[in-house]
């Protein structure tokens, strides 16, 4: 463990770590609210983190006046990237894929054909996880834009492609 801040014999001491800029105690000690904050907070940030209260003349007994919270700092995904994979000629198969680079928890992806001939997609002909639809058999009226939506529950970004059968 490292420590990060501490407050003993009257004196707040903000230890050297990434956190020292971005993190202090919420509220003045003498209110006995302990809380921290952590500002403009990173993927790295997350971890367990423990608080441990000592009182001056009591006796220290292990594992008690100990508070354990985990943080997950989420991440929205970054924006995707689409690809064709196959020729996009009539009767063919083709597979579009999409993927985003970053992203916690890992993104979910989307895939929806744009109007005038709105359709959306569903498994088996789209793998949610992995960011790929199967076309196939196609047909000059399969041609348009087709976007994909990577997401989670820190945001979503768009990428689109142009299929010409």
């Known amino acids: 463990p490292v420590q990060i801040l501490s407050y003993l014999g009257g ?12 993190t202090g105690f919420l509220y003045p000690i003498h209110t006995r609210n302990i809380s921290v904050f952590i500002n403009a907070t990173r993927e790295q940030d997350s971890g367990q983190y423990m608080c441990t209260v000592n009182v001056v003349d009591e006796i220290i007994r292990p594992n008690k006046n100990v508070g354990i919270i985990n943080l997950t700092v989420l991440v929205p995904p970054a924006a995707p990237t689409c690809q064709l994979h196959g020729n996009a000629i ?51 009226e399969m041609s348009g834009v087709y976007v994909c939506r990577a997401e989670n529950q820190a945001g979503s970004k768009n990428c689109s492609i142009v299929l010409e059968v």
């Open 90 to 140: 009539v009767g063919a198969n083709v597979t579009l894929s999409c993927s985003s680079k970053k992203g916690k928890p890992s993104p979910m992806y989307q895939w929806q054909r744009e109007p005038p001939t709105l359709q959306v997609f569903f498994p088996p002909a789209q793998d949610r996880a992995r960011g790929t639809l199967k076309l196939t058999n196609l047909s000059l």
């Open 11 to 22: 004196v707040e001491k903000v230890e050297e770590t990434d956190l020292k800029p971005r």
